[in-house]
């Protein structure tokens, strides 16, 4: 055994020497970390959803997600557009399909729960309910078919139906709206699964001639979804600002075209930890400056045994830059440890306890106990980062003290 | 220490370390129902949600950027104004600074400039 | 004065100097240790024992003045010439300085680690040194779970274990009983046979007995009709 490993492996043994100060240390670096971890787990989780989102994933889901989102605009901000405006582009070459759809807010119950109405058009929902292939996995229910006129049929989330006394499928609430048509009673339909993705948590989705009914507004739609044959989005998205701009209709007078497309959306994703601006550098800042000081404080914990041992080192033969090495390995060690638990831990706190607690703060809405089953994803960079850290937390606690004692006399070391 | 219980020790760091390897290597993606799931979700929605908020906001980067394309909260001048707003405030899931062009696409020049 | 293995020259060691709690534990000691001697430093308690063996076993360095061991000056010796030096002496310490939670025989054998031994030639360099100082039986207990006279004789153990060629022992019987002490003078008087130089700072009569020389030291000062 050559002399260098013989000493890395007294630092693997100088661990169990001081037991205290080692899981004082190994804590505090755990405590350091494991919010960041959770959190970035959460944060990387939620953009893999986002990207399902915007269908920036496989072609196959490209053909039921839209290419183009077309709202209009006055005065620099989105608003609603016009049904009308949707028949012309209905016409462009190259679109194969316009569907409008209302996104609106309404609140709920004796508390106001705010949630988000959904309405798709009624023959839409059937369509695409019945090219899912297990529909049950998204909803414990049914889709809803509600016709104009007839009592709004509703799929709520998993957090409404919480927040709402725990609401079934098949009851009926109390009416949410008074339209001119008078009062309708609401049925449940059905329940979004909690696992399938965060945004369904507060959804209310219906259809689009009912939640038209709900909001009162007709003629309207939040946007309109606009697919496209492959390669034609841009040249119909000028298509769209040209030719809808400053047109002859009355809607079309007031109401310039906003489109927004898939592309768009995919440059708004954050480009992960190469990006600068984000929060990943951000956490990293903090949590290794609140380290800094968790480990000033741990590494108070037993010093004047470990000045002691390392004066007896030295007094009995060992230089200063063996002393050092042994104190490195036990750092790094120690560092790879706490990098690993805390790895572990997070991974327990998003997967068995749901993000509890942590998942508020980084999710808005979202409570204490999340209500949805929160995406998360542990990502090798932000792993790594860990390691990182936590070696050059112990590392940077123990290296200046370690060498500062090595290199005073061993009779002053000792006292 | 004798070294056998060093040893143990070593075995212990090693079993953790893998293990957080493994943990690592399987969970660095989500698990795939669940993305086949949120695909479907997504198909029935016609694509809705994207930032870190279940609940509808006024801000393009909490719920969903296709809803809203301005923050209402954002004061435009001030050095960090975009902090004022809870929602762009969170920066947690701050957009790449292209975005404000992207956004809004070509449109929003056009309709400062067209007569 | 012939030159011996261990010499100083008016050697002078003040704690906290230039401030109000400033100590001259040591000053202008000049003496000369001939190889293979038995020496013994005896003083009252205050009178400057522990300091003068630091400043001998490399452990400390003096406020001015010189020690020179076999061929080095110590003052000019770097720190890794310094380790080096101190692997050539042992050194039982006056509260025996042994490495807690540590087995009997790794604290042993501790300071030959850097040196790449195996642990099994360790453990056997260990055990024959125990059962020199019939401790075979406590080779793997740790330091907290023996009695004080058995933690002195592994502190003994310990400075034995390199075969050095010096031995400085700072009051090495202080701890024991009567029977316990002579115990140990023989030990150390068997060492000092097989030709270890012994440096011993001592109140024991008996130790002072078997000592080829014996140095009285007061105040920090050596006693000149001892030198
Ligand atoms: N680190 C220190 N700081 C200040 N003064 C010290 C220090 N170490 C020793 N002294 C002082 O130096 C003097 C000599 O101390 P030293 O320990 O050498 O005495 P000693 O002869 O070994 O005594 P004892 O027989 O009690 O062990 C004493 O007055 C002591 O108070
Ligand atoms: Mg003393
Ligand atoms: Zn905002």
Known sequence: MSSLLSIARTGSAAILLSPLRSSVTVMAVIAVLVPYLVGIGLVEGLRQESRIAIGAGTPAEKELLPDLYVAANQFGRRVPIPLELAEPIRKFDGVTRVIPRIVGRITLGKE???????????????????????????????????????????????????????????????????????????????????????????????????????????????????????????????????????????????????????????????????????????????????????????????RPERRREIGILKATGWQTDEILIRSLVESLLLGLVSAAVAILVALAWLKWFNGFWIAGIFLAGVETQPAIAVPYVLAAQPAGLAVLVACLLVTTGSAYSTWRTAVTPPAEAMR | M?????????????????????????????????????????????????????????????????????????????????????????????????????????????????? | MNRGLLETESLSRTYHPGTSSEVRALSDVSLAIPAGSYVVLDGPSGSGKTTLLSLLGALDRPTSGRVRFADRNLEDCSDVELARQRRRMGFVFQDFSLIPRLPTWENITYPQIPRGLSAAKRRQAADDVLSRLGLAAKAD??????????????????????????IFADEPTSNLDRRAAAELAAILQEINAAGTTLVVSTHDTDLKESASLVFLLEDGRLRDDTA
Not at chain 1, 132 to 139: G, V
Not at chain 1, 231 to 249: D, M, V
């Open chain 1, 112 to 302: 106001n729960v705010e949630a988000v109405l959904v309405g798709m058009p009624r023959e839409e929902l059937q369509r695409r309910g019945s090219s899912i292939q297990r529909l049950t996995r998204l909803i414990d229910g049914q889709l809803p078919r509600s016709q104009h006129g007839e009592a709004p049929q509703l799929v709520i989330g998993s957090g409404l139906a919480r927040k709402l006394d725990n609401l079934q499928v098949g009851t009926v609430i109390p009416p949410i709206f008074r339209s001119g048509g008078g009062e309708k009673t609401p049925r449940i339909t059905g329940i979004f699964q909690s696992e399938i993705s965060p945004w369904q948590s507060q959804m209310i989705l219906t259809t689009f001639e009912s939640a038209a009914e709900i909001f009162d507004q007709r003629g309207l739609a939040t946007d309109l979804l606009v697919f496209c044959r492959q390669g034609q989005p841009e040249a119909i998205r000028s298509r769209i600002l040209q030719s809808l701009t400053g047109s002859s209709t009355k809607a079309a007078a007031s109401h310039q075209p906003s489109v927004t497309s898939r592309t768009d959306l995919e440059s708004l994703l954050p480009a992960g930890l190469g990006h600068r601006e984000g929060v990943f550098n951000l956490l990293f800042v903090i949590a290794f400056a609140i380290g800094i000081l968790v480990i000033l404080v741990t590494s108070g914990f037993g």
């Open chain 2, 2 to 115: 004798t070294s056998d219980s060093s040893n143990r020790l070593l075995a212990v760091i090693a079993i953790l370390v893998i293990a957080a390897g493994v943990a690592v290597a399987h969970y660095r993606q989500p698990v795939p129902p669940r993305a086949a799931d949120a695909a479907g979700f997504q198909q029935l929605v016609g694509g809705l949600g994207f930032g870190p908020s279940v609940e509808l906001s006024t801000c393009p980067v909490q719920f969903d950027p296709r809803l809203e394309t301005t923050c209402n909260a954002r004061t435009g001048p001030i050095p960090a104004g975009g902090l004022l707003c809870p929602g762009c405030g969170r920066f947690l899931f701050s957009f790449s600074s292209r975005s404000a062009t992207h956004l809004t696409g070509p449109s929003a020049t056009r309709n400062v400039l067209a007569p």
């Open chain 3, 141 to 166: 207990t740790p330091p907290e779970e023996l009695s004080g006279g058995e933690q002195q004789r592994v502190a003994v153990a310990r400075a034995l274990i390199g075969d050095p060629e010096v």
